[in-house]
């Protein structure tokens, strides 16, 4: 359970991080926590590694679930677009970290490891 809640944390940081980014484009102080987040964000990701979570399910999460959130608050906070041909791009990315996540677990059950 602990590997999961800093892998929600590591999303969570790099997303606020890449907003921040954006903001920071109008008032620069934004900059602290875009730097703040990307480092609190790849030290979360790092300790998801160390917790055992594997690279290829981790990282696709984090990277897939970070596409999803940008996209929908960059259109609440910021007025960009999100376009259905967008909406299906993100469902794919999902669809495909859930193909790796799956694939994981089938490996993991082949080969007879605990999760």
Known sequence: ????????????????????????????????????????????????????????????????????LTALLARVFFGDALTLVMGAGIALVIAGVLCVELGQNAHRVREGSPS
């Open 1 to 68: 359970m602990r590997k999961w809640s800093l892998l929600v944390s590591a999303i969570l940081l790099e997303v606020t991080a890449t907003l921040s980014m954006r903001a920071a484009l109008d008032h620069p102080a934004w900059y602290v926590l875009m730097v703040a987040g990307y480092l609190g964000a790849f030290t979360a990701l790092g300790l998801v590694l160390r917790e055992g979570m594997a690279l290829g399910v981790a990282y696709g999460i984090w990277g897939a679930a970070g596409v999803a």
